[in-house]
């Protein structure tokens, strides 16, 4: 079992930045590729950032060049770095860990998710 705990959403305007941060625990070995997902009310979930065990990065479309994924692996963490936040990043972010060595941003490739940070971008 993996256990996520998401922490740094808050309320920000057009324009600032964020620093989401999700700590793993548990039997985290072999599920190394991690990720960010957000879910606006009335929407389904998107994937925006994926960090595989080796480091490498994808992002939403509509994420990059204002997000950063990164992570810590002697300290299990993993940050989502958000600058130039708009309106429509408003959303509940969750954090998920995968077993997969390098997976998409589909959420069926993740197997363990945390219960999400709440961010809230105004105009």
Do not use: H
């Not at 039997?27 to 080796?54: C, D, H, L």
């Not at 989502?80 to 998409?104: F, I, V």
């Amino acid at each position: 079992q993996v256990q996520l705990v998401e922490s740094g959403g808050d309320s920000v305007q057009t324009g600032g930045s964020l620093r989401l941060s999700c700590v793993a625990s548990g039997t985290t070995r072999g599920y190394n590729s991690m990720a960010w997902f957000r879910q606006a009310p009335g929407k389904e979930r998107e994937g925006v950032a994926m960090i595989s065990s080796i480091d490498k990065a994808t992002y939403a479309d509509s994420v990059k060049g204002r997000f950063t994924i990164s992570r810590d692996n002697a300290k299990n963490i993993v940050d989502l770095q958000m600058n130039n936040l708009k309106p429509e990043d408003t959303a509940m972010y969750y954090c998920a860990s995968g077993s997969r060595l390098w997976p998409g941003l589909k959420d069926d490739e993740y197997q363990y998710w945390g219960q999400g940070t709440q961010v809230i971008v105004s105009s």
